[in-house]
Antibody, heavy 120, light 107 residues
Framework: QVQLQESGPGLVKPSQTLSLTCTVSGDSISSGGHHWSWIRQNPGKGLEWIGYIFYTGSTTYNPSLRSRLTISVDTSKNQFSLNLTSVTAADTAVYYC????????????WGQGTLVTVSS | DIQMTQSPASLSASVGDSVTIACRASQSISTYLNWYQQKPGKAPKLLIYTASTLQSGVPSRFGGGGSGTDFTLTISSLQPDDFATYYCQQSYSTLYTFGQGTKLEIK
């Protein structure tokens, strides 16, 4: 059973960096065939894809966030991480990590999500 | 970006009813269309991928169709557990985008 679990601070001050980690169990990030994404959902709003990473470290980012975004992977820990700099209240959201299966195209496994609030 | 537009934004129905939710893409996406169900406080759950393929474990009362720009999610014989918000998502472009959601409520 594939499981993803987000972890990180629930409160970040404006202008600071939001950092989250996703720990994967039941699958190896290094196995290939998938990429590993971050997706967020502003309170009461829809879903926004943030970016993804392959086990090789290759990334693709949403252009709207690219200038502030870094996604990295640690295959030895079976984890991938999100760093979003210079945050504002608009970055307040539930952040999900998710697995994307390339052969068929959906996000087939998701973490439970973690609420990050940007506030002083 | 490929814009995904769902209709209606909300829908009221009764247990036992059949409902259809529409999703339109701003350009052709072939059948690279996925559907998710989300309940309050929970992560989205994959229901259907590549427009019409049912994810393992999803009840057969869920069905998907369409290609190109127009897609549908049909739920037949609604059950109490089906009242939730539904999202479509395109995977044609690697700038993945979601519809704004359709909230299915009990009448």
């Amino acid at each position: 059973q594939v499981q993803l679990q987000e972890s990180g601070p629930g409160l970040v001050k404006p202008s600071q960096t939001l950092s989250l980690t996703c720990t994967v169990s039941g699958d190896s990030i290094s196995s290939g065939g998938h990429h590993w994404s971050w997706i967020r959902q502003n309170p009461g709003k829809g879903l926004e894809w943030i970016g993804y990473i392959f086990y090789t470290g290759s990334t693709t980012y949403n252009p709207s966030l690219r200038s502030r975004l870094t996604i990295s992977v640690d295959t030895s820990k079976n984890q991938f991480s999100l760093n979003l700099t210079s945050v504002t209240a608009a970055d307040t959201a539930v952040y999900y990590c998710a697995r994307y299966t390339m052969s068929s195209g959906p996000f087939d496994y998701w973490g439970q999500g973690t609420l990050v609030t940007v506030s002083s | 970006d490929i814009q995904m537009t769902q209709s209606p934004a909300s829908l009221s129905a009764s247990v036992g009813d059949s409902v259809t939710i529409a999703c339109r893409a701003s350009q052709s996406i072939s059948t690279y269309l996925n559907w998710y169900q989300q309940k309050p406080g929970k992560a989205p759950k994959l229901l259907i991928y590549t427009a019409s393929t049912l994810q393992s474990g999803v009840p057969s009362r869920f069905g998907g169709g369409g290609s190109g720009t127009d897609f549908t999610l049909t739920i037949s014989s609604l059950q109490p557990d089906d009242f939730a918000t539904y999202y479509c998502q395109q995977s044609y472009s690697t700038l993945y985008t979601f519809g704004q959601g359709t909230k299915l409520e009990i009448k």
